[in-house]
């Protein structure tokens, strides 16, 4: 169930939109406490993440904002309008990311190596963001607004990253190119301008085929202020956190510590040797930039579902959505591990940043949604 | 349901918080990105890198 059918739901149930004050203060004062924290290490742009997560959650959930929902749509009847939204996000998000990351000390763009590892790990990511109803953004996003559904794909989502982790370094050793970044070989403008170039040749092809197929590609209005304030503050987290924003590693850091405590040894795998992962399993999550978006993210859309109505009151789906949620979950972690992340990291990252592999990942996430819609019905879930 | 939303959100906070406490914590966040050789947002190498 998405977001946008638990908040129909509840407000069918509840005509009066009174604030649930347990969980607004709970998400509030959480917030809070995580700030003060990392503040009093004295890492204001650790706080700053916190907080423009929170903000995205709110973002998120207030514009109902889905790119799983926006594909489906797509692909099923030519329906662009989500689409749409989401690349004019990336546009407004390039704009900044591509110069500040090819030109000034301290900032990088999303980059991933090119090869079977992106192509499989992507294309099963899109099979399970269809089954679960949700991708990376949109996991928690909705688990933190009170789908209860989506926290059993969130938890999947984690123990699938972990297995992925596992399996990374074999795919990677598979081959494939380095890296290909827009700035490399036109400059720092030069760059941008090819990247918003791609970014309108796709949308002028999702326009041309939801015409040929009579349908409307124009993104709601709420869609088009979702899009505009996703953007911006994708924007704040690349200047905050030095590279663009990515959700899915902050799931590995947390199943990985998981994993750890429960006398699991991951030390001795490869991907747990990289220097990044390495630091991650040993120190704080709070030091983790993707784990900071991530709790504030969660926080945020806690807080915007508590604000306007009954948190979380609504029953708990079929088990066969249930399943799907959890099949979802952890094909979704296997894939973002693979794939190099989701919608956020792989695909608004690494396009935002002029990097190849953003354009090659969505092409295989899409594939990928194609055979996951075809799925959804045998677990009950509509193919609209 | 929300039953189980007061139990994740307790436990996960409280986790969040103790991993803090417990955890060294060396300066400014940061990305696998921020290390030297990383070629992806998880870490991972370069394919140059690895012949």
Known sequence: MSVATTTQTAATAAPARTADWPFLCGAVIATALLAALVLLDGQPYSAGLILLGFALGVAFLKAEFSFTASWRRFLVSGEAGGLIGVLLLIAIASIVIVPVAASVRGFGGAIAPIGPSLLIGAFVFGIGMQLANGCGSGTLYTA??????MLIALACFIVGTVIGSLHLPAFLALGGIDPILAADYFGVWGGLAVTLASIALVGAAV??????????????????????????????????????WSVTFGFTVWGGKLAS??????????????????????????????????????LGAMAAAAA???????????????????????????GARLGFGCNIGA???????????GWIWFAAALAGCMLGI????WFGLSRE | MRVVYVIVFIVGIGAAIADHLA????????????????????GAPCPSAKK
């Not at chain 1, 009579?214 to 690349?238: E, H, K, M, Q, Y």
């Open chain 1, 144 to 149: 933190g607004g009170g789908s209860g559904r």
């Open chain 1, 308 to 334: 306007s109505r009954p948190f979380a009151r609504t029953s708990w789906p079929p088990a066969r959505s249930l399943a799907a949620a959890a099949i979802g979950g952890l094909l979704m972690g296997w």
């Open chain 1, 207 to 244: 326009i041309a085929v939801a015409r040929r197929r009579d349908a409307n590609f124009l993104p709601r209005r709420s869609i088009l202020i979702g899009a505009v304030a996703i953007g911006v503050l994708t924007i704040g987290v690349f200047l905050a956190g030095g590279h663009p």
């Open chain 2, 23 to 42: 955890s060294p914590s060396s300066g400014r966040a940061v990305s696998p990105e921020d290390f030297a050789g990383a070629c992806a947002p998880c």
């Open chain 1, 347 to 357: 695909f608004v990252g690494g396009v935002a940043s002029g990097s190849l592999h």
């Open chain 1, 261 to 298: 405590l429960a006398g699991i040894d991951l030390a001795s795998h490869e991907f747990w040797q990289w220097p990044g992962p390495k630091r991650a399993l040993t120190e704080s999550v709070l030091t983790d930039t993707s784990s900071l978006t991530d709790l504030g993210m969660i």
């Open chain 1, 374 to 377: 075809r799925l959804r019905p």
